[in-house]
Each structure stands twice: as structure tokens, then as C-alpha cells.
């Protein structure tokens, strides 16, 4: 089993930055990839951004793509987002997630998430 913790949101006006945290504990020592995930009220859950787990290989909604960067420290134990040029539609509920293999569809374990909100 890994647990996942999720840090770091808040509430910012667009424009701002946010960097969110999510540190693992329990089975680390597998390899395990990461994603962030998000859920605006109302919505559906969304994929955010994914990261291997070496780093090497990084994919991103296109909807980030160019202000969200995903990064690892694999000897914390912990997965970043950082958030720039924030817009009130990036308010939601953001999630990190991990899973076995980074090509799978489906991810293993799941945060509590933590609310990120943008206002305008």
C-alpha cells in the first residue's frame, strides 16, 4: 500500500503562482509513476500532468501545458506541481495519484486532494 498526501494549495489571484507537494509513505521503494489530477465542482475529474518514474518522461494536459510543471525528488518521496500565470478556471481540487507503470491507463492510489482556488 502507498499513501498519498497532497500540500501546498490555497487560494491566489490569477496571475499567481502555487506550488503543491504530494509525499508518499508505505511501499516506496516501488516505481512507481505519479500523476495530478483535478476536479473543478460540478466536473468531472481531469488529468493534469504525469511524471515516470525517473523523471524522464513528463506529459501535460493541453490545457497547463507551458504555465504547470511536474517534478519529482524521488529521495523525498515527493511530487511537485508548480502552478504559474494561474487562471480562475484552474480552481479546483487537485489530486496526485501514483500507479506501476507510467504507460497504464488506470492509477493504484490516490490523495485526498487539496483545493486550489483562483480568483479573478
Known amino acids: 500500500q502507498v499513501q498519498l498526501a497532497e500540500s501546498g494549495g490555497g487560494l491566489v489571484q490569477a496571475g499567481g503562482s502555487l506550488r503543491l507537494s504530494c509525499a508518499a509513505s508505505?511501499?516506496?521503494?516501488?516505481?512507481?509513476?505519479m500523476g495530478w489530477f483535478r476536479q473543478a465542482l460540478g466536473k468531472d475529474r481531469e488529468f493534469v500532468a504525469a511524471?515516470?518514474?525517473?523523471?524522464?518522461?513528463?506529459s501535460y494536459a493541453d490545457s497547463v501545458k507551458g504555465r504547470f510543471t511536474i517534478s519529482r525528488d524521488n529521495a523525498k518521496n515527493t511530487v511537485y506541481l508548480q502552478m504559474n500565470s494561474l487562471k480562475p478556471e484552474d480552481t479546483a481540487v487537485y489530486f496526485c495519484?501514483?500507479?506501476?507503470?507510467?504507460?497504464?491507463?488506470?492509477?493504484?492510489?490516490w490523495g485526498q486532494g487539496t483545493q486550489v482556488t483562483v480568483s479573478s
Open positions: 495519484a501514483a500507479k506501476l507503470n507510467y504507460y497504464n491507463r488506470d492509477y493504484d492510489y
Open positions: 508505505g511501499r516506496t521503494f516501488r516505481p512507481y509513476a
Open positions: 511524471i515516470s518514474w525517473s523523471g524522464g518522461r513528463t
